[in-house]
């Protein structure tokens, strides 16, 4: 089956939902039409003039980036400048250009998710600040003979997502009363009379900026004149969207022991440590891409080291005084990983749904800095 643009943006969703990207951030289709064919898909860290050139040249329709191709507003798109050359490339060729960046980093499975477990942290928990869901669990009550009817009303809106799963609902069986009033046109029995009808109750999950658009959908299709249903708010127990990881390293080392094993896992020519070499750790912090933004949350954490990518001098002297420890990775390296994971979670996704596009992971980035 044909995949379109907006196919692949549903599937990207369940992956990265664009509710969880940071207010600053700019994420979601940059270049591009909804409506375009999708046969070949690449992915990247960043839409450079590089990734783009080669993509053009292989005939790739959709380019998917971490990092946005437009992260600020433009006031005019002027050819001679990266991005606007970048824009006029991407349309000529009918290549689409779309970015997951603050939303895949702080999903459920994403990037810091990813980060921490590649180096062996384990019981991991959000570090920074929390992604408020603000779900629902609608409630709604129908006769019978119109079950599949709503159900599928239900399952046209946005309703029933829950993680990476989508159509969740839950129904069982029971016995309605009501007693028409005298103004009321009743779907079924008498004006002024007790009437019972065999009901079914079907629950499923809403977010709290889809609620009022679901009823309303779900209202048109429904027979009664007044369309019975409960909202009720919920509690998450521990909600694991949001800005960062912190967890257990298994066993206690030293810092540079720890360092070493990083570097060793995550294939680096080098990283940059600070604080004292024998400090004991057992429990760390990390952070895709820009760290300092977390260095408060870090602080306070009860984590001894800190994983991240740009940190400042003053981070290290902070840390220092502090007698804890941070291990800078690059930016690159704490974000490039997610390449290969996401082409290959993105595949999987599409074949499943019957669509036949082909996802690479595009293999020529290289880290912007060279350690000499």
Known sequence: ???????????????????????????????????????????????????????????????????????????????????????????RHQMAIFSAHTNLDNAIDGLNDILAQRIGIENLKVLGKVGATENYKLVLYVPVAYEQEILNSIFETKAGEIGSYTCCSFRNKGTGTYRPGSSSKPFAGKVDEISHADEIRIETVVRKSDLNSVIEHVRKNHPYETMAYDIYPLIENENMQGSGRIGDLGESTELISFARSIKKKLGLNSLKIAGNPDLTVNTAAVCTGSGSSLMNHFMSSGAQVYISGDLRYHDARAVEAANLGLIDIGHFASEHLIVDVLADRLEKILSKNGFHVKVEAYGLENDPFTIL
């Open 1 to 91: 089956m044909e995949a379109k643009i907006f196919d692949i943006i549903k599937a990207m969703e369940t992956i990265a939902p664009i509710r969880l990207a940071e207010e600053w951030d700019n994420v979601g289709l940059q270049v591009g039409q909804k409506n375009w064919p999708v046969r070949t898909i690449w992915i990247s860290l960043d839409p450079g003039p590089d990734v783009v050139n080669d993509a053009c040249r292989n005939g790739v329709d959709l380019l998917i980036t971490h990092h946005p191709l437009i992260f600020h507003p433009l006031r005019s798109i002027n050819l001679n400048t990266s991005v606007g050359s970048i824009i006029q490339k991407a349309i």
